[in-house]
C-alpha cells in the first residue's frame, strides 16, 4: 500500500486558517440566515394575523347569517389583505364560502388548525406547503362579541390562506448571496492566511537551518531573536543550549589535545630509555643459559615484559600520529602479490599456516610501509586469536570511483562472537577478559583501521559461514594524498 506524503507545515497551517475561516463564516451565515428568516416570516405573519382579526372586528353582521352575507364578508376581507393579498374562507353552520367561489375550502387549512380555532375561541395560524411544495401561512380567527363582560362565540370563523412565496425567494436570495460570497471570501482569507505562515514559519525555517549548522559543526550559530512570544523564547532557549554546547565542546577539544599531547610526550620520552632497557635484556638474554634456573626465568620475563612495553610504545606513537592527523602517505607503485609475499616472509610466514590466492598483474598505488603494517596486523590477529590455516585472498572489482583493491584474510578458528563484532576495532579493546596480560597491545586493529581510512578505504570484520573470522580490505587501486 502506497504511503501518501506527509503535508508540509505551512500546507497545514493555511488550512487550518481556512477551515477555521470556512467554519466561522458557515456559522455566521447561518445563523444570520436563521434570524433573518425568522424575522421575515414573523413580520409576514403578525402583520397579517393582526390584520385579519382587526378587520373581522370591524365587520357588523346580525345572526342568523344568510349565504350571501357571508360570502360578502368574506368578499370584503379578501380586498383588505395585508401585506398580501389572501384567500379568505368563511364557515358559519355547515355554510362554507371564499374568495374564489368555486373553492369553498382549501387544502392547506388543516383539521389541527380548525380544532384550536373551533374549541379554543381564539386566533391561531400555521406554516405548511402545500401539494406542490410552496410555503403558505394559514390563519383562523373566530367571530365573537361581547356580552355582560364576557366573550361568547358566534360560530363564525374566517380563514386566510397568504402565500409565502416572495418570503421563500426573500429567503433563497439571502441563501444565494451567502453562498457566492463565500467563495471569494475564502479566496480573500488566504492572504492572511500566508501572511500568519509566513509569520511562524520564518522562525521555524531559521531554527531548521540553524541546526543544520550547529550539525555541520558550526557551534557559533546562533538566531534572532524577534518578538516575546513563544516562538521567540524558543529561540533563546536554542542560542543558550548552542552556547552551552560551544563551550562543552571547546573544553572536550583542549582535554582530547591534553591527552593526546600526554600520550604522545609519555611515549616520545619512553623511547630512549627502553632503547637502553632493550639493549640490555638482549646481552642478558645470550648470558641467561649460565645463570641459576630462577635468575633466568626471572631474567627472559624482564625481556619479554621490557619487548611489550617497547611495541606498546610504538604503538601509542602511531596511534597519536593520526589522532593529531600527522600521518602521510608515501605513496609508489607496487605489486601487491610481492608484497604480501615479502610481508609473510619477514615475519616467517611463509609456510603451510598461511594459504594464499595472489593474481599476477595486480598493481597499486599506496605507501608500502602501511601496507605492510596493515596486512601483517591482519594475518597475526588471525594466527593469534583464529587459527591456522589462514587464507589471504587478493582481488579486484569494479566501483563508482575506479577499479578497488579487495583482500580478504579469513582464519580456521570459531569466528568473532556477535558481542565482539562493534567492538573489534576499538582501541585497547580486548575480546577475552582474561587475555589482558597478551602479547598484543589492543592498538593493533585500531591502527590497521587507521592505515586503511588513509588510503581512502575500509576495513570490515565478520564470520564465514562455515566458521571462522573473516576481515575484508577495501581500498582503491590508486590512492591519492
Do not use: C
Request: no cysteine; net charge neutral.
Amino acid at each position: 500500500m502506497r504511503r501518501i506524503a506527509p503535508l508540509g507545515l505551512r500546507t497545514r497551517l493555511i488550512a487550518a486558517f481556512l477551515l477555521v475561516a470556512a467554519i466561522s463564516a458557515g456559522t455566521t451565515a447561518a445563523l444570520t440566515y436563521q434570524q433573518a428568516r425568522n424575522a421575515i416570516l414573523k413580520q409576514t405573519q403578525d402583520t397579517a394575523v393582526s390584520t385579519l382579526r382587526d378587520q373581522i372586528e370591524q365587520q357588523e353582521f346580525r345572526l342568523p347569517l344568510e349565504q350571501q352575507e357571508l360570502q360578502r364578508i368574506v368578499t370584503d376581507l379578501g380586498k383588505r389583505g395585508k401585506p398580501h393579498p389572501w384567500i379568505v374562507f368563511g364557515e358559519y353552520a355547515g355554510m362554507r364560502v371564499s374568495t374564489n367561489p368555486g373553492t369553498p375550502t382549501s387544502t392547506v387549512i388543516t383539521d389541527s388548525l380548525r380544532d384550536k380555532v373551533r374549541n379554543n375561541q381564539y386566533a391561531a395560524f400555521q406554516r405548511v406547503e402545500d401539494q406542490r411544495g410552496n410555503p403558505w401561512l394559514t390563519i383562523g380567527v373566530p367571530a365573537v362579541f361581547e356580552h355582560n363582560g364576557y366573550t361568547e362565540s358566534t360560530g363564525v370563523v374566517f380563514y386566510a390562506s397568504v402565500p409565502l412565496s416572495t418570503e421563500k425567494q426573500t429567503v433563497e436570495a439571502m441563501v444565494e448571496a451567502a453562498q457566492q460570497g463565500a467563495v471569494p471570501g475564502l479566496a480573500i482569507a488566504i492572504v492572511p492566511a500566508l501572511l500568519a505562515a509566513r509569520s511562524v514559519l520564518r522562525p521555524v525555517r531559521d531554527m531548521r537551518r540553524a541546526a543544520q549548522k550547529l550539525g555541520r559543526g558550526r557551534l557559533d550559530t546562533r538566531i534572532e531573536v524577534r518578538g516575546a512570544d513563544e516562538l521567540a523564547g524558543l529561540a533563546r532557549t536554542f542560542n543558550e543550549t548552542a552556547r552551552a554546547l560551544e563551550q562543552s565542546v571547546h573544553e572536550l577539544q583542549e582535554a582530547e589535545v591534553r591527552a593526546r599531547r600526554f600520550a604522545s610526550d609519555v611515549s616520545h620520552e619512553l623511547r630512549t630509555p627502553l632503547a637502553g632497557m632493550l639493549a640490555v635484556t638482549e646481552v642478558l638474554d645470550e648470558d641467561a643459559a649460565r645463570l641459576d634456573t630462577d635468575t633466568a626465568k626471572a631474567l627472559r620475563l624482564v625481556s619479554a615484559e621490557t619487548g611489550k612495553l617497547a611495541v606498546l610504545v610504538e604503538d601509542l606513537m602511531e596511534i597519536s600520529r593520526f589522532d593529531a592527523r600527522a600521518a602521510e602517505l608515501n605513496l609508489d607503485d607496487v605489486d601487491i602479490a610481492e608484497a604480501v609475499r615479502k610481508t609473510l616472509e619477514r615475519r616467517h610466514w611463509d609456510d603451510d599456516r598461511v594459504v594464499t590466492e595472489l593474481p599476477d598483474a595486480v598493481r597499486a598505488r599506496l605507501d608500502p610501509r602501511r601496507f605492510d603494517v596493515v596486512l601483517a596486523n591482519l594475518v597475526g590477529n588471525a594466527l593469534r586469536h583464529g587459527g591456522a590455516p589462514v587464507r589471504v585472498t587478493v582481488r579486484t572489482a569494479p566501483g563508482e570511483d575506479g577499479e578497488r583493491l579487495l583482500i580478504d584474510v579469513a582464519d580456521s578458528g570459531p569466528g568473532i562472537a556477535p558481542e565482539v563484532l562493534p567492538h573489534i576495532f576499538d582501541r585497547f579493546f580486548k575480546a577475552d577478559a582474561a587475555r589482558t596480560r597478551s602479547a598484543g597491545s589492543g592498538l593493533g586493529l585500531a591502527i590497521t583501521l587507521e592505515n586503511v581510512r588513509l588510503h581512502g578505504g575500509t576495513l570490515r570484520a565478520g564470520n564465514l559461514p562455515g566458521g571462522g573470522a573473516l576481515f575484508t580490505l577495501d581500498m582503491p587501486l590508486e590512492a591519492r594524498v
